[in-house]
């Protein structure tokens, strides 16, 4: 991915914040973005696993990124966004905190992760945009699915 | 699609279907080689592909098809007579002709098959002159050409079906045209006194059922469109159900009646579109007598096919799914079960086996049997197998029933055969007929009598899309259950919510109208709640739930609705945890859980996990020990210890005097009911030792028949009966125990009962079979 986006001098990205942080990914892989939707929780599922949503009668599967990246669990009461995103299994629906803009990035602005970010994270996130207020963590959709 | 392919296009559909109408012609005609319609239906089907292969220029086809009608021809002018070897090269050439059409289907083209051999070998038949038979009147068989789709004429009916003459149906036809006679030709009949009117109004029927079956009353239809159709069904059955829901709550009385009108149409739809994909089971099997006739050959075997419920109907994609697992089942069934002639001979069975294929309907699932009347599946040597391949230890062996030892059958790795064939015995068999089965939801059971034949039966859902289910809440989410499974619901309300549910060493029990039924709660195997009932619960509900042929309880908190759901499949993230079995979307827009009614109950113990590869050789065993409540004869030695004995395994108690006791070699033996019955006195088999009891003394004696033979166990005294989940059995066994639990407060040592009966007569099992 970071070759192709080395190619094309400018990529799209659909940005949220989870836990303070401002991640992104590739607005090609977002299927569509929605606001909290009920959840069904799946007993005996990993802890990765957020619940089933009904997507216009689809029942989609919800990840927790915030577990899956190994952060502290969301406040009590605030209920997550889904960020419904196209895999080779069918949709799968990303959990976070608040829906940001669609920012349009720049190859120069990309570094991959420090070492010191933690091994489960570093997994995850391709690498960071230097943009001008803050840091924009690019999420490998791919990987942040394969649970 | 130009023209052209659309043409090619009906042609290879209706050939793919006439040749398999085909296959099964010509093996029906091996057994009845003169029969005028089987030659009559062959020599169409083969002139008709030979007529438009010429007209669409594949000439390789043609060519074969050719060969073929000419062999055709002379065997139904009777200047042949039809011999295996001819059937072989026939059924050949319809192999080759299908081989043509799948290449013409993929490629557009015939290809470059050489067919040279097999047209030598038809020509070669053609001529060949075996015993001629007389040939049939030529009125008998007028099919020298036939119109693509004949509407047979009426006076052509009327001659076949034997009523009249041809001669005198011609003069009246004649009579008819010459002197402009305008009345139909069957009134003519009628009137000339020559047929009576009842044959008349036959024939028009026979007539009429024949041009609409072929022209008006069905057309073909994409399956992808019935499937898109199928799913437009289902989401139209959620978005009903929650319109329903909706217009409940509202005090509209338009809003009810349109709901409920909606209501009534979707239910006829859904129905109606389910039909459609609606196949008869008999598509499947029409391929069998082929598959069965090539193998028996190539085996030296006799093998008769008979099959029950050809019309049964099945969904299509289920309907597919049993092709593979049927196919093998009758594989094996030819290749390993049915002996050869000379063998069933010796047997004193008749030298042609039987194979029965039987469909039939049973409360919401078909029913497949396979049955064969072949050498049987032996448990000693299945048990000694599975012992060799290390998938059990032989003490878990000595614990297991026959039937149990029977079903080891579909474990994985497992083939019995000694020698590998090229048919099946590869090691990868019954395991993966079983995994298939189960895949769509299917269950499949093997029972088998040595020396007399084995059946392989196979349950399948009708349909996977859309399954009535009850919803039941647990924990604050709700569940759907499919209703297949279901057997009745328990309310627990006040008292009874606490002192309804005893305890079983830890088990909890229901006593269900006498009997005790194994409970589990559905929180504690969800881990979302702690597996028994808050002290402070005003009511609970026992669902009462069949797995495969256990009963269990369900324990949840309450029971909400039943309905039609729609199946939906889980994500691979969800594929691990074997409780469900989908999900589904609820009339109020929630997804709720289906729960996988086996997987719970061997998670639960409450069925054997003989079918848990992962689990290996400790699952299987250990899982059947575990907590089956059964009713067991308590018999007493001595003054303390107390053994049990299966109520299964009991067919009378008896009392003899002791004085009647005969010897035969070195056994004990007395004459009971005409016939002579060994005993085994359970104290010494079991090294407890016993005292010569005085002449004037009873023997207690527990019979056990099966199939005309009896063995008696004698017992100092019969205590009670009880019955009890056997969930704390310890495995410490001796020679002829299966080990001890605790019964009536009293430890009480389970007998092997199997094993004692072989030490009172080693040959029982060897005879009667199980």
């Known amino acids: 991915m970071s070759i192709t986006s080395a190619e094309k001098a400018t990529q799209l990205f659909t940005t949220f914040v989870l836990d303070g942080h401002l991640f992104g990914v590739e607005v090609e892989s977002v299927q569509e973005v929605i606001r909290y939707q009920e959840m069904t929780r799946i007993p005996l599922a990993t802890d990765a696993v957020g619940g089933l949503i009904n997507l216009r009668g689809q029942v989609i599967t919800a990840l927790d990124l915030r577990r899956r990246l190994g952060m502290p669990d969301r406040q009590e009461g605030r209920d997550p966004m889904n960020v419904v995103v196209r895999t080779e299994d069918g949709a799968v629906s990303l959990l976070v905190d608040e829906i940001g803009a669609v920012i349009e990035t720049r190859t120069a602005q990309f570094e991959p992760p420090p070492d010191t970010v933690t091994a489960k994270a570093k997994d995850l996130i391709r690498g960071a945009y230097k943009l001008e207020n803050t840091l924009l963590l690019a999420l490998d959709v791919s990987r942040a699915v394969e649970v | ?117 097999l047209i030598e070998r038809l020509t070669r038949l053609q001529s060949s002159t075996s015993e001629p038979r007389p040939a049939l009147p030529a009125d008998e068989l007028d099919v020298e050409e036939p119109a693509p789709l004949p509407v047979a004429k009426l006076g052509e009916v009327l001659v076949s079906s034997g009523v009249v003459e041809q ?186 086996g039987t194979l029965l294929l039987r469909a039939y309907h049973e409360s919401g699932q078909v029913n497949i049997e396979i049955t064969d009347d072949g050498k049987g599946i032996d448990p000693a040597v299945i048990g000694a197998k599975a012992v060799e391949k290390g998938l059990l230890t032989p003490e878990q062996l000595g614990r297991m029933g026959p039937r149990e030892i029977t079903n080891l059958i579909f474990e994985a790795g497992f083939s019995t055969s000694q020698t590998v064939t090229n048919v099946s015995g590869r090691g990868v068999g019954m395991d993966v007929v079983k995994t298939n089965i189960e895949k769509i939801g299917g269950t499949i059971d093997v029972q088998s009598r040595v020396g007399h034949g084995t059946t392989f039966r196979i349950k399948i859902p009708l349909t996977l899309a859309i399954i009535p289910a009850l919803t039941v809440t647990c924990a604050g989410d709700r569940y759907a259950i499919p209703q297949v499974s279901l057997l009745e619901l328990v309310r627990l309300e006040g008292e009874a919510v606490q002192s309804g549910i ?182 010494s088999f079991l090294g407890l030792g016993y005292s010569e009891p005085a002449t004037d003394e009873v023997l207690q004696v527990v019979v056990y028949s099966e199939d005309g033979r009896s063995v008696g166990l004698v017992v100092d005294t019969i205590l009670d009966i009880a019955e009890q989940v056997l969930s704390s059995r310890s495995d410490f066994a001796d020679h002829g125990l299966l080990g001890s639990a605790v019964v009536q407060e009293h430890i009480t040592e389970l007998l092997d009962v199997r094993q004692a009966i072989l030490a009172a007569d080693p040959h029982f099992y060897a005879t009667a079979g199980v």
């Open chain 2, 1 to 117: 699609m130009n023209e052209m392919d659309e043409i090619v296009q009906e042609f290879l559909v209706e050939s793919h279907e006439n040749l398999d109408q085909l296959d099964q012609n010509l093996v029906a005609l091996e057994k009845d080689p003169t029969s005028r319609d089987l030659l009559s239906s062959i020599f169409r089907t083969i002139h008709t592909i030979k007529g438009t292969s010429g007209f669409l220029a594949y000439h390789a086809l043609e060519a074969i098809t050719h060969v073929g009608e000419n062999l055709l021809s002379r065997l139904r002018d009777g200047e042949l007579v039809l011999t295996p070897e001819l059937t072989s090269a026939l059924l050949d050439m319809v192999d080759a002709v299908r081989g043509l059409l799948r290449s013409i289907e993929q490629d557009g083209g015939e290809g470059e098959p050489d067919h040279t051999e």
């Open chain 2, 167 to 352: 001669e005198d149906v011609v003069e009246a036809v004649i009579e008819q045209k010459s002197s402009g006679d305008s009345r139909p030709l069957g009134e003519i009949l009628v009137q000339t006194g020559m047929v009576a009117q009842h044959d008349v109004d036959t024939a028009l029927q026979a007539q009429a059922d024949g041009k609409r079956s072929v022209a008006d009353s069905s057309i073909r239809v994409d399956v992808s469109l019935l499937d898109a159709l199928m799913n437009l069904v289902g989401e139209l059955v959620l978005t009903r159900n929650q319109i329903v829901q909706h217009a409940a709550t509202r005090d509209d009385l338009d809003l009810t009646r349109a709901s409920q009108r909606l209501n009534l149409i979707a239910s006829e739809l859904q129905e109606g579109v389910m039909k459609t994909r609606m196949q008869p089971i008999d598509s499947v099997w029409q391929k069998v007598p082929r598959v069965v006739r090539d193998l028996s050959l190539s085996f030296g075997k006799k093998v008769r096919v008979e099959m029950q419920g050809r019309e049964t109907e099945l969904d299509r994609t289920i309907l597919e799914a049993t092709k593979d697992p049927l196919t093998h089942l009758v594989r094996n069934a030819v290749d390993h079960a049915i002996e050869t002639p000379d063998a069933r001979v010796a047997a004193g069975k008749s030298p042609e």
């Open chain 2, 502 to 683: 005893e305890q079983i060493h830890g088990a909890p029990v229901y006593r269900l109208r006498g009997n005790l039924l194994p409970l589990v709660y559905l929180d504690r195997e969800l881990a979302v709640g702690p597996g028994q009932l808050d002290r402070s619960r005003q009511t609970a509900y026992i669902v009462v739930l069949q797995a495969e042929d256990r009963q269990f309880g369900l324990v949840v908190d309450d029971v909400v609705d039943t309905e039609e759901i729609v199946v939906k499949p889980l994500s691979k993230h969800l594929k691990g945890i074997p409780c469900y079995a989908g999900a589904t979307i609820l009339g109020d827009g929630r997804v709720a859980l289906i729960l996988d009614v086996l997987a719970l109950a061997q998670q639960a113990n409450v069925v054997v996990v003989g079918r848990d590869r992962g689990a290996g050789a400790q699952g299987s065993a250990g899982g059947a020990a575990s907590s089956d409540i059964e009713t067991l004869l308590v018999v007493g030695f001595g003054a303390e210890r107390r053994m049990a004995i299966p109520l299964a395994m009991v067919t009378r108690l008896e009392e003899f005097p002791v004085g009647s006791i005969e010897h035969a070699g070195s056994r004990e033996v007395v004459q009971y009911r005409d016939q002579i019955l060994p005993l085994i006195r359970l104290s």
